[in-house]
């Protein structure tokens, strides 16, 4: 989900969701953070809180054609976020860490080796694997049953979730179907950076989540030790303008 996806049931559920009730899921982490996500039809957003501009945010999904759009509400502007956007930051990644090679080989060796292993710049290293792993086991988060998957980055387990799949919920499948759409765009434009390999793979590894077939009421950061949880979930009807570009924000490219 997010770079960091937390969720708890603090709050009562409707369990009773209409066959095409939009969707609201509250989250909310250990440190506080708030976020939320918001589906109708085949329409996500999805909040994005000091998302790389220093400035909030959410972006935009539509399940049809698979279009995301990163919507910047500090600066009043947008960009779309596709193959193209990728592959231009991974250009700019390479050039700069060629530049920060030649400048680390005029450096004395011991400082050279040092600067190398901060930066990631010794060894090239090939994909980062990323996998999910079922443990077999549940538990009951908010009087709701989950089961436990594991998500392994590079051979070690980086965030336990505990999923529920949209009965447990009461979502429509169609809010599911829309949900799990967008988890999977978002991984698969990890995974065409994390497929180049070298420092960018490695520093993308980190964060990446893959698409989990269900809504986590957990997730586990074992790096730092945060929980994301499910702090509520609403089926009212969401208005349309909640799903469109504000017609005053200019569009931008990435580079």
């Known amino acids: 989900m997010l770079a960091r996806l937390t969720l708890l049931f603090a709050l009562p559920l409707l369990l009773s969701a209409a066959a095409h009730a939009d969707t609201l899921l509250r989250f909310v982490d250990s440190e506080g953070e708030h976020s939320e996500i918001l589906v109708k039809g085949p329409y996500a957003r999805m909040d994005i809180v000091n ?3 220093g400035g909030e945010g959410f972006m935009l999904f539509n399940a049809g054609d698979r279009s995301l759009y990163i919507v910047d509400q500090t600066h009043r502007s947008y960009m779309a976020f ?3 956007v990728i592959d231009a930051q991974m250009q700019a990644m390479e050039q700069m ?3 920060l090679r030649a400048q680390v080989q005029q450096l004395p060796a011991e ?3 040092e600067m190398e292993a901060q930066l990631g710049l ?5 994909p980062v694997e990323v996998e999910t792993r079922a443990t077999g086991r549940e538990q009951e988060i908010g009087g709701l049953r989950c089961e436990q998957k594991e998500i392994i980055v590079g051979g070690r387990v980086q965030n336990v979730a ?3 799949g949209p009965s447990e919920l009461g979502l429509s499948l169609r809010d599911f179907d829309t949900l799990n759409a967008l988890m999977e765009r978002l991984y698969d434009l990890s995974r065409r950076a994390l497929d180049a390999g070298g420092p960018m793979a490695q520093a993308m590894g980190s964060s990446v989540m893959p698409p989990l077939d269900g809504i986590p009421l957990e997730v ?3 790096r730092d030790g945060v929980i994301t949880r499910l702090s509520g979930i609403s089926t009212d009807t969401l208005s349309p ?15």
């Open 51 to 53: 998302g790389g501009s």
């Open 82 to 84: 596709n193959e193209r």
């Open 97 to 99: 860490i060629t530049d």
């Open 111 to 113: 400082q050279r080796a």
């Open 122 to 126: 010794g060894v090239e290293t090939g």
């Open 162 to 164: 505990c999923v529920a």
């Open 220 to 222: 586990r950061d074992l």
């Open 241 to 255: 303008e909640f799903f469109r570009i504000p017609p005053n924000y200019r569009e931008r490219e990435s580079f």
